[in-house]
């Protein structure tokens, strides 16, 4: 790569350099020169000759023969010697390694003129620092090794080339039908992707494409008009993915018949936001926040202060609560509180405040407590004298027991429609003998990272259960651990064959969605049974089988057909897949090779 580095020049260089001449000119110019006086001596030469031969005049002959030889064999001599220099040159280009590289076109010409070809090019060539004017536009500009020959022979200029390099682009375009869609095919590969994670198959729908346009135009918005509230849940949902929330946008969503707020991504909002959405929002009865960062002590006595009656609140992120606000909270709003969901707080919200809750809120139907290092087995036992508790969710990073979940589900059991219970690491079988025992309502159920319970549990738990058959069930991670010999169970440790079949008996006609991830002790064959062409599962719509190695190319092609609603298939990490057929309309995910992470299927 040339450096272009210079020194300082003299006024008779920059006067040169202005005048467009430089050294290769004035060799150019020279050698054309002597050329030309060689030709016309050796013309002039000849035909002074034969003049003189015609007249008859000897001295006079005598002294053309002497002085038109002396010209003529100049002339001949300069032109051997280019001659030679030329035949030396073309000699060394045909050993080179660009005239190797050209000779392995398709009908390549003959050595000879391909090599002349060479020479002339080179000799043509501009050399890399020389001023030279442009053909099109002729601007003065400095050749480099990248400088492009325009159409007529001479150079371009950058601005010039990029031009031509546009329209050859256009052009080659038009001749091989070439056009832009206007869909998702003219998207990049990363957006096409991104789309189809988002469950966006073929085209938009007119409220998605309405509302994506709203996002992206938001600032020219002055209001939302009196739209319901799942379209205003949609705009939410988009100005948190593009991290268009701030204190400007939300006063859109503030009106004082209002009566459910969600912000998925409240960073931007600070603690004055919160007092005015308040002040402004009268009827509020549903908040949910995520990241909400600055939901502080201030905000929580305004919110106290107010007469507002919520119904349900969910935080997430508010780790500036001190535990004191969350009392007099609680103590103040939570009778009327139904509802109560809290994210990420990992310092205030105790085992103490999770006592107070079967005095502070008697009627509350849904509780989630998730991510906090607060909340231990003490904490878990006392949710048992929520009598009219339906939907539980836990995630605690404190290790817990098996005991306080059986005594939940011994007192409240009967009227649980959702039990979630996420990182129990140590808890056993007794807690699924409890489920099958005292639970009938039940609709959505997940124990995620189990390393204790066994298949036999499981085939215990969904055997002749007199519970309703399940909508969602997760159960992720639940196998047997060991790095010494991962694939070696012979207690049959977390979920295997025998409790996926009863699973799938109990609850497979009416399973919406099915997480099996990393459950990896569940046979081929057990796969092969229960995805037979006998069995059909029509409201199966999301499936996740990641990690499972035993799926392979006939049983996901099983999978799609029995169930005909499915959407989207998860199978990162299985690695006996080599080549599915994705039927249109469905999504494959993690498929083990260079197509893609996400194959939006296209066989009929």
Same mark, same amino acid.
């Given at each position: 790569?040339?450096? =272009?580095?210079?020194?300082?020049?003299?006024?008779?260089?920059?006067?040169?350099?202005?005048?467009?001449?430089?050294?290769?000119? @004035?060799?150019?110019?020279?050698?054309?020169?002597?050329?030309?006086?060689?030709?016309?001596?050796?013309?002039?030469?000849?035909?002074?000759?034969?003049?003189?031969?015609?007249?008859?005049?000897?001295?006079?002959?005598?002294?053309?023969?002497?002085?038109?030889?002396?010209?003529?064999?100049?002339?001949?001599?300069?032109?051997?010697?280019?001659?030679?220099?030329?035949?030396?040159?073309?000699?060394? %280009?045909?050993?080179?390694?660009?005239?190797?590289?050209?000779?392995?076109?398709?009908?390549?010409?003959?050595?000879?003129?391909?090599?002349?070809?060479?020479?002339?090019?080179?000799?043509?060539?501009?050399?890399?620092?020389?001023?030279?004017?442009?053909?099109?536009?002729?601007?003065?500009?400095? /050749?480099?090794?990248?400088?492009?020959?325009?159409? *007529?022979?001479? #150079?371009?200029?950058?601005?010039?080339?990029?031009?031509?390099?546009?329209?050859?682009?256009?052009?080659?375009?038009?001749?091989?039908? *070439?056009?832009?869609?206007?869909?998702?095919?003219?998207?990049?590969?990363?957006?096409?992707?991104?789309?189809? #994670?988002?469950?966006?198959?073929?085209?938009?729908?007119? /409220?998605?494409?309405? /509302?994506?346009? #709203?996002?992206?135009?938001?600032?020219?918005?002055?209001?939302?008009?009196?739209?319901?509230?799942?379209?205003?849940?949609? %705009?939410?949902?988009?100005?948190?993915?593009?991290?268009?929330?701030?204190?400007?946008?939300?006063?859109?969503?503030?009106?004082? +018949?209002?009566?459910?707020?969600?912000?998925?991504?409240?960073?931007?909002?600070?603690?004055?936001?919160?007092?005015?959405?308040?002040?402004?929002?009268?009827?509020?009865?549903?908040?949910? $926040?995520?990241?909400?960062?600055?939901?502080?002590?201030?905000?929580?006595?305004?919110?106290?202060?107010?007469?507002?009656?919520?119904?349900?609140?969910?935080?997430?992120?508010? =780790?500036?609560?001190?535990?004191?606000?969350?009392?007099?909270?609680?103590?103040? *709003?939570? *009778?009327?509180?139904?509802?109560?969901?809290?994210?990420?707080?990992?310092?205030?919200?105790?085992?103490?405040? !999770?006592?107070?809750?079967?005095?502070?809120?008697?009627?509350?139907?849904?509780?989630?407590?998730?991510?906090?290092?607060?909340?231990?087995?003490?904490?878990?036992?006392?949710?048992?004298?929520?009598?009219?508790?339906?939907?539980?969710?836990?995630?605690?990073?404190?290790?817990?027991?098996?005991?306080?979940?059986?005594?939940?589900?011994?007192? @409240?059991?009967?009227?649980?429609?959702?039990?979630?219970?996420?990182? !129990?690491? =140590? $808890?056993?079988?007794?807690?699924?003998?409890?489920?099958?025992?005292?639970?009938?309502?039940?609709?959505?159920?997940?124990?995620?990272?189990?390393?204790?319970?066994?298949?036999?549990?499981?085939?215990?738990?969904?055997?002749?259960?007199? =519970?309703?058959?399940?909508?969602?069930?997760?159960?992720?991670?639940?196998?047997?651990?060991?790095?010494?010999?991962?694939?070696?169970?012979?207690?049959?440790?977390?979920?295997?064959?025998?409790?996926?079949?009863? #699973?799938?008996?109990?609850?497979?006609?009416?399973? +919406?969605?099915?997480?099996?991830?990393?459950?990896?002790?569940?046979?081929?064959?057990?796969?092969?049974?229960?995805?037979?062409?006998?069995?059909?599962?029509?409201?199966?719509?999301?499936?996740?089988?990641?990690?499972?190695?035993?799926?392979?190319?006939? %049983?996901?092609?099983? %999978?799609?057909?029995?169930?005909?609603?499915?959407?989207?298939?998860?199978?990162?990490?299985?690695?006996?897949?080599?080549?599915?057929? /994705?039927?249109?309309?469905?999504?494959?995910?993690?498929?083990?090779?260079? @197509?893609?992470?996400?194959?939006?299927?296209?066989?009929?």
């Amino acid at each position: 790569m040339q450096r =272009n580095i210079r020194g300082p020049q003299s006024a008779l260089t920059d006067y040169l350099a202005s005048q467009n001449i430089s050294a290769t000119r @004035i060799r150019a110019e020279h050698e054309a020169r002597r050329a030309a006086a060689a030709s016309e001596a050796a013309n002039s030469a000849t035909t002074t000759q034969g003049a003189q031969e015609e007249d008859g005049q000897d001295g006079q002959d005598g002294q053309g023969e002497e002085a038109g030889p002396s010209s003529a064999v100049t002339a001949h001599q300069t032109l051997e010697r280019k001659r030679k220099a030329q035949a030396e040159a073309i000699e060394k %280009i045909k050993k080179s390694k660009a005239f190797k590289r050209r000779k392995q076109v398709r009908n390549p010409p003959e050595d000879d003129d391909l090599a002349l070809a060479l020479f002339e090019e080179a000799a043509s060539k501009s050399v890399p620092g020389q001023i030279e004017n442009c053909e099109e536009c002729g601007k003065r500009f400095t /050749v480099t090794a990248y400088t492009r020959a325009g159409p *007529k022979g001479g #150079l371009l200029c950058p601005q010039c080339a990029s031009k031509l390099v546009n329209e050859e682009k256009a052009a080659k375009n038009n001749k091989n039908g *070439k056009k832009a869609a206007a869909g998702p095919a003219s998207r990049g590969r990363r957006k096409m992707q991104s789309c189809l #994670l988002d469950g966006h198959i073929g085209v938009k729908s007119l /409220v998605t494409l309405c /509302v994506e346009t #709203l996002a992206k135009n938001i600032h020219l918005a002055d209001s939302l008009g009196d739209l319901p509230p799942i379209a205003l849940d949609r %705009i939410a949902r988009q100005l948190s993915k593009r991290r268009l929330l701030d204190p400007k946008t939300l006063q859109l969503f503030l009106q004082p +018949q209002t009566e459910d707020i969600a912000l998925y991504d409240a960073a931007r909002i600070g603690q004055d936001d919160y007092i005015k959405m308040f002040g402004v929002c009268s009827k509020l009865k549903n908040l949910k $926040v995520r990241s909400a960062i600055q939901f502080r002590d201030k905000v929580m006595e305004y919110l106290i202060g107010r007469n507002l009656a919520l119904e349900s609140i969910s935080l997430s992120g508010a =780790n500036l609560l001190t535990k004191d606000s969350w009392k007099k909270f609680l103590e103040a *709003k939570g *009778k009327a509180l139904k509802g109560l969901r809290v994210y990420f707080t990992d310092r205030y919200f105790d085992d103490e405040l !999770v006592g107070s809750l079967k005095d502070w809120c008697p009627d509350l139907v849904t509780l989630k407590i998730c991510h906090n290092q607060q909340v231990s087995d003490k904490g878990v036992e006392q949710i048992a004298h929520l009598d009219n508790l339906e939907r539980l969710g836990l995630h605690l990073v404190t290790p817990t027991s098996t005991m306080p979940y059986v005594h939940i589900i011994e007192k @409240i059991g009967k009227n649980l429609r959702t039990f979630s219970v996420r990182t !129990v690491s =140590n $808890v056993d079988d007794r807690l699924l003998d409890a489920l099958h025992d005292h639970c009938t309502h039940l609709t959505k159920l997940r124990i995620t990272d189990s390393e204790v319970m066994t298949d036999a549990g499981f085939a215990r738990l969904f055997k002749e259960w007199k =519970n309703r058959s399940l909508t969602c069930l997760d159960l992720e991670k639940c196998r047997h651990i060991d790095s010494a010999k991962p694939r070696d169970n012979p207690h049959m440790v977390g979920l295997c064959s025998n409790g996926f079949k009863a #699973l799938m008996a109990h609850s497979g006609k009416s399973l +919406q969605k099915l997480n099996l991830h990393a459950c990896r002790h569940i046979s081929q064959e057990a796969f092969e049974e229960v995805f037979s062409p006998v069995n059909i599962y029509p409201n199966l719509v999301d499936l996740e089988l990641s990690f499972c190695e035993e799926v392979t190319d006939f %049983i996901v092609g099983s %999978i799609f057909r029995c169930c005909p609603k499915l959407w989207r298939l998860n199978v990162f990490g299985c690695m006996k897949l080599k080549e599915v057929r /994705v039927p249109k309309g469905k999504i494959l995910v993690g498929m083990p090779n260079a @197509i893609g992470m996400v194959i939006e299927g296209t066989e009929d």
